[in-house]
Structure formats: C-alpha cells, structure tokens
C-alpha cells in the first residue's frame, strides 16, 4: 500500500512494489512549503488499508469517503449547512 509518483520503476534495490502499491499522482496541497495534505483526485484516496491507524495528522477520522487514503492524511471532505433565510 505504497504510493509511487514520478519513478519510472517502483523499486529499491531488490525489493520491488507489491500488488497493493499504486502509481499516480499524490496531488499534495502545496510541497514547497511542506504542505503534503491531499487534495481530491489524489491517487491516494481510498488506495490504503485499516492499519490500525483511525486519526490522521489532523486527528481527523479514518476511514472517511469510503475507504483508507494511503499516508498521513486522510482526504475530509468537508460540508457545511447554511440554512436558506427568507424574508
């Protein structure tokens, strides 16, 4: 359950990715100043398993949207309720 961008050849030395690994685009929010949140679209998303890990940096919940989000963070998806006031 590993997340390989960018390299050709998902591989170090003699060990190479698994079934699980995936290849994508991590679509972190901002690296350049170290800001590794993921955005939606992420190849991440839903792409891990139950670690036994269910906060993420944030203490957000995981598993949210459906599934594990492979790293350490979990994609939240946020809604808001604003209520229609009519006059």
Do not use: K
């Not at 170290?34 to 944030?58: M, R, W």
């Amino acid at each position: 359950y590993n997340l390989f961008s960018g390299d050709s050849i998902p591989l170090f030395g003699v060990t190479s990715g698994g079934a699980h690994d995936v290849t994508g685009n991590p679509l972190f929010a901002d690296p350049s100043i170290a800001d590794y949140h993921i955005q939606p679209g992420s190849a991440a998303v839903n792409a891990g398993t139950d670690a036994g890990v269910y906060t993420d940096i944030d203490g957000e919940v995981r598993p949210q949207n459906g599934g594990f989000d492979i790293g350490y963070d979990e994609l939240a998806l946020h809604s808001a309720y604003v209520p229609i006031v009519m006059r």
